[in-house]
């Protein structure tokens, strides 16, 4: 592989140009990162098990960890949960889109490589222009963990991704400096009521 091309966007009012480009290099189970509303995500097509295959190798994350994955609509998390509880509707209609990640029974279609075999799916509406638009332009769900190395310090910067990720990705979506911040909050909807797993930028 060559090296990593980077892509100015305006973190407020993505180019489709430059949305379209990346999109494409998700279309061919490339790896493409980009800005959210905490750090910079690191995404991969979420359909794709090969592309997701790479998101692990080269953040060297083990396996067993599953990945959240960005939707742009309910109907896109419809297609990945086998049901959304009345509850997980209740969060979503008060916090997405914004940093909210619902753990929600994945639907069989969804590839091992999300789930980590825990048969759940993480899933979120991302609250970041660019992030959303990306997700928009693919048609379908985006991974999105922190576009760092396993147990290093997550990215605000696409000069951060580079140090980490050069050579090694094919494209780094560079909206300027992220929030930071903590990362999104997760919450067990398949727990009766739902259930925090990680306090984070929502506050339940």
Request: glycine share 10%; no cysteine.
């Amino acid at each position: 592989m060559g090296r990593t091309r980077v892509l100015r966007v305006d973190p407020e009012a993505p180019s489709r140009a430059v949305i379209s480009d990346a999109a494409a290099v998700l279309a061919r189970k490339g790896l493409v990162a980009f800005p959210t509303e905490t750090f910079y995500g690191l995404g991969a097509d979420a359909r794709e098990p090969a592309a997701v295959r790479r998101v692990f190798e080269v953040k060297g994350r083990r396996e067993s960890k599953p990945l959240l994955v960005l939707v742009d609509s309910i109907a896109m998390a419809e297609s990945l949960a086998d049901e959304i509880p009345s509850q997980a509707r209740a969060l979503i209609a008060r916090h997405w889109p914004g940093p909210l990640t619902l753990v929600l029974r994945a639907r069989p279609t969804v590839p091992a490589e999300i789930t980590a075999g825990t048969g759940t799916v993480g899933i979120r509406m991302p609250g970041h222009a660019v992030a959303l638009a990306l997700v928009q332009a693919l048609g379908g769900p985006v991974t999105a963990p922190s576009a760092n190395p396993g147990g290093a310090a997550p990215p605000t910067t696409a000069e951060d991704v580079l140090a980490a990720f050069e050579s090694k990705i094919e494209l780094v979506l560079d909206g300027g400096k992220t929030t930071g911040g903590p990362a999104s909050t997760i919450v067990d909807a398949t727990a009766n009521p739902p259930r925090v797993l990680r306090a984070g930028a929502v506050k339940l």
